[in-house]
C-alpha cells in the first residue's frame, strides 16, 4: 500500500482483505455467468454464490428468510427501492436531519409529488431523541426512515426505541445501514425494523457496485422497476415474491463473490471484535485531535454508540485546505465538505463554512496510522492565523 495512509474509510473501505481482490478474481474467471437462468454446472455455482451470500447477509440482520435478502446495486438504490415502493402521495414520513443525501433526495422528490416530511434534528450529542419522532406521528404516517450511524459525527441512532414506537403505531420502519452493516448489530426482530438497506463497499469490506435490502416478512414494498429475473419468463407483470420482487435484470455476480468473501472475513475475525479495535483507535485520535490548540471537534467525549468516523475543523481554516495539506504535505487521505449530509452542517453550522474534515478509520488502520494523523494537524492547526 506504499506510505499512504487511508483514513477515508467511511466514504469506501481500503484496501479491501487480500482474501476478497482473489475470491473475485478466481470466482469470475471460473463461475462468471448468469446465474438462476440455466442448468448448467456453472451457473448452478454462480447461483450457490448467490444464494450462499443471501445467507450470510440475512443471518448477519437476524432475518428469517433469505429469500427477503434483496441485492442492488448499492445502498443508494435499495434506499430509493424503500421509499419510492412505500410512499404514496398523502402519506406522511418522519426522517432525521443526520440523513445522506441518498434518503434526504428521494424524500424531496417525493415531497415534490405530495408526500409530507418531516425531519427531526439530532441533539447536542449527535442522536435523535425516538420521543420526538414519536410525537411527529400522524394517522397518515407511513414511514420512519432513520440512518442508522451517521458517516459524519459517527453516532449511532437508538434504532431499537424508534422501532418500538413504530411497531406499536403500526408504521414501517426503515434504516440506512450503509455505515453501520458491518460494524454494529443489526436484528430485525429485537429492533423492530421493517426494511434495512445496506451497501456492500464500505464496512462489509467486498467492492463497489453491489448492496441490497432485507425486507421483513410480511412487509410490502411496491415494485417501482420491473424486468427479467430468469424465472417464469411467460409471465406479463414482474414477480410478485421476494427476492424477485425488487430484484431485475442480471445481478452483479463479481460484486456478491467479492461481498461473499468480504462477510466470510468478518465472520472468522468477529464483528465486534472488529469494531472494538477500530474504536481504540477512534478514542486515541478524538484525545490526539482534542488536545490541539484551535481544533474544533464535532465528537463527544464519550464514545458510547459510536462507529469510528469523526468529523472536525481547523478554526480560520478552509476545510478543504487542511484536507489537501493532509494529503499533499503528509499522504494521508481523509475526506472534506459536506459529505453528502448538507443537514447535518446546516444544524452544525459547519455548512457556511463548506463542511469539515473527516476521518474514518478502518480495519487495515493501526495506532501508527493514527499517531501521524494527529501530528499533521498539530502541525498545520499550528499555521492558522487566529
Ligand atoms: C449514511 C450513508 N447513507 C448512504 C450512503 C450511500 O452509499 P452508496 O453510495 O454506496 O449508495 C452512504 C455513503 O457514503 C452513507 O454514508
Redesign the pocket.
Known amino acids: 500500500m506504499g506510505k499512504l495512509i487511508y483514513l477515508d474509510n467511511?466514504?469506501t473501505s481500503y484496501p479491501k482483505p487480500e482474501e476478497v481482490y482473489t475470491y473475485m478474481d478466481h470466482f469470475y474467471r471460473s463461475f462468471g455467468v448468469n446465474p438462476g437462468r440455466s442448468g448448467y454446472d456453472l451457473c448452478l455455482e454462480a447461483a450457490a454464490t448467490v444464494d450462499d451470500t443471501r445467507k450470510r447477509l440475512t443471518s448477519l440482520f437476524h432475518g428469517t428468510d433469505p429469500n427477503h435478502l434483496c441485492f442492488s446495486y448499492?445502498?443508494?438504490?435499495a434506499?430509493n427501492l424503500i421509499m419510492f415502493g412505500m410512499l404514496r402521495p398523502g402519506d406522511h414520513a418522519i426522517s432525521t436531519t443526520i440523513e445522506?443525501n441518498?434518503?434526504l433526495r428521494p424524500l424531496y422528490h417525493l415531497s415534490r409529488d405530495g408526500v409530507a416530511v418531516d425531519y427531526v434534528p439530532f441533539d447536542g450529542a449527535g442522536f435523535v431523541d425516538p420521543d420526538e419522532i414519536r410525537k411527529r406521528f400522524r394517522p397518515n404516517t407511513r414511514l420512519v426512515i432513520v440512518?442508522h450511524?451517521?458517516?459524519v459525527i459517527g453516532t449511532v441512532q437508538p434504532v431499537r426505541e424508534i422501532g418500538r414506537y413504530c411497531r406499536e403505531a403500526g408504521i414501517y420502519f426503515a434504516i440506512?445501514a450503509?455505515?453501520s452493516a458491518g460494524k454494529v448489530p443489526i436484528d430485525v426482530e429485537e429492533q423492530f425494523l421493517d426494511a434495512v438497506a445496506f451497501?456492500g463497499?464500505?464496512s462489509l469490506l467486498g467492492p463497489t457496485g453491489i448492496?441490497g435490502l432485507y425486507v421483513r416478512e410480511g412487509v410490502e414494498i411496491r415494485q417501482t422497476r420491473a424486468g427479467g429475473t430468469g424465472v417464469r419468463s411467460a409471465e406479463r407483470a414482474h414477480l410478485e415474491e421476494y427476492p424477485f420482487r425488487l430484484e431485475y435484470g442480471t445481478p452483479n455476480v463479481c460484486g456478491i463473490a467479492g461481498l461473499h468473501a468480504g462477510l466470510k472475513w468478518i465472520e472468522a475475525r468477529g464483528m465486534g471484535a472488529i469494531h472494538e479495535q477500530e474504536m481504540v483507535l477512534a478514542r486515541l485520535l478524538r484525545d490526539g485531535l482534542a488536545g490541539i490548540p484551535g481544533v474544533i471537534l464535532y465528537c463527544q467525549e464519550n464514545l458510547a454508540n459510536h462507529i469510528a468516523v469523526l468529523a472536525f475543523n481547523v478554526q480560520g481554516m478552509d476545510a478543504g485546505d487542511v484536507g489537501t495539506m493532509m494529503d499533499v504535505d503528509y499522504d494521508i487521505a481523509c475526506r472534506t465538505g459536506l459529505h453528502?449530509a448538507p443537514l447535518v452542517h446546516e444544524q452544525l453550522g459547519t455548512a457556511k463554512i463548506r463542511g469539515s474534515v473527516r476521518f474514518g478509520i478502518g480495519p487495515f488502520n493501526t495506532e501508527a496510522h493514527i499517531a501521524v494523523a494527529v501530528e499533521a494537524v498539530r502541525e498545520i492547526a499550528s499555521l492558522a492565523k487566529r
Not at 448499492?74 to 438504490?77: K, P, V, Y
Open positions: 467511511g466514504a448499492n445502498s443508494t438504490d434506499l445522506h441518498s434518503v440512518n450511524a451517521s458517516n440506512d450503509s455505515q451497501t463497499h464500505k448492496g453528502c
